[in-house]
């Protein structure tokens, strides 16, 4: 993965030729997304429903210098539980969304999304009763939720069943950044979270909130070629493209560093006999979803 001309990744308002007005207006828009966000996993917490961010505003929580994670966000993205189906969609119904019936549908139930009501759509809230619409997700309209539920299914499978008590309002810190590795076509924002993450981040050897859990990504590794093979990519194009962050040299070598360090970790974790055959037939097989970046269902955006 190469660039004719280096990329500057920190600032997206100097890439767009934002004022300061309106980049100060962008953050305040992923801000209140963000208390929006928190009300909605308060809300099933409540009502004993488990819900946790994934996708950018995830990143977001995790990584301590705002001003360089900071970016627009269309949506909120979640990860729920297919045993409290029943349950989710009474809270989403009680806080005034109405269920895109297309998304269910057209995924077999492994994501599902949620429309704000607006005028002429679905009318006042039914005090739980669930409503659905079928709409498709480009034709989603205003203020909507994207919910995986059980797997993080994308390019590759990240299943973070018994792993959501990690955090309170997050899947964990290794699980966010399987999630940006494992990318087989990652945009820019994408690669800007993964140095987001590693910069801000430490690595250890406990799966908390904290750190980064590096024998988390390398036991996900193991167990799937193909999934190896895109977060090995990633890394890779992370450490090609890093200068185009304006990063400061302490900062870059400990992003470095780390990129080192999962690599590693990765390579040397044990693989099973069926991932070394699959291992042979490389890219000559398929080896991930192709997923298209698009409004609606679950992209982890």
């Not at 993964?194 to 750190?211: E, G, I, Q, T, Y």
């Not at 560093?257 to 999962?262: A, F, L, N, P």
Request: hydrophobic share 40%; aromatic share 4%; glycine share 8%.
């Amino acid at each position: 993965m190469s660039r004719a001309h280096p990329i500057a990744y920190q600032s997206e308002s100097q890439r767009a030729g934002e004022s300061s007005s309106a980049a100060a207006a962008r953050s305040s828009s992923a801000d209140a997304l963000m208390r929006d966000a928190v009300g909605v996993i308060d809300a099933g917490r409540s009502a004993g429903v488990t819900l946790r961010l994934t996708g950018g505003l995830a990143v977001k929580r995790y990584c301590t210098d705002l001003a360089f994670v900071e970016r627009a966000h269309s949506d909120i993205d979640l990860i729920g539980l297919s045993s409290q189906g029943k349950g989710l969609r009474r809270v989403f119904a009680e806080l005034g969304y109405l269920e895109n019936a297309y998304v269910s549908q057209s995924t077999a139930g492994s994501q599902v999304q949620f429309l704000k009501r607006v005028a002429g759509r679905g009318g006042a809230p039914t005090s739980g009763r669930r409503l659905a619409i079928a709409v498709r997700p480009d034709a989603a309209e205003g203020d909507h939720v994207d919910i995986f539920v059980d797997v993080m299914r994308m390019d590759h499978d990240i299943d973070v069943r018994g792993r959501l008590e990690i955090d309170p309002y997050a899947v964990s810190p290794a699980d966010i950044l399987a999630v940006k590795l494992q990318i087989g076509r990652p945009a820019e924002k994408d690669i800007h979270d993964v140095v987001a993450l590693l910069k801000d981040l430490p690595l250890s050897d406990r799966d908390d909130a904290s750190s980064i859990h590096v024998m988390r990504l390398a036991r996900l590794c193991a167990r799937d070629w193909g999934l190896y093979h895109d977060v090995s990519r990633s890394l890779a194009a992370t450490r090609a493209l890093l200068d185009g962050f304006g990063l400061g040299d302490r900062p870059r070598e400990t992003v470095l560093q780390r990129i080192g360090v999962i690599e590693a970790a990765i390579d040397g974790a044990a693989k099973s006999i069926r991932w070394r055959l699959r291992a042979r037939a490389g890219t000559r097989l398929a080896w991930r979803r192709e997923v298209e970046e698009r409004e609606g269902p679950p992209t982890a955006a």
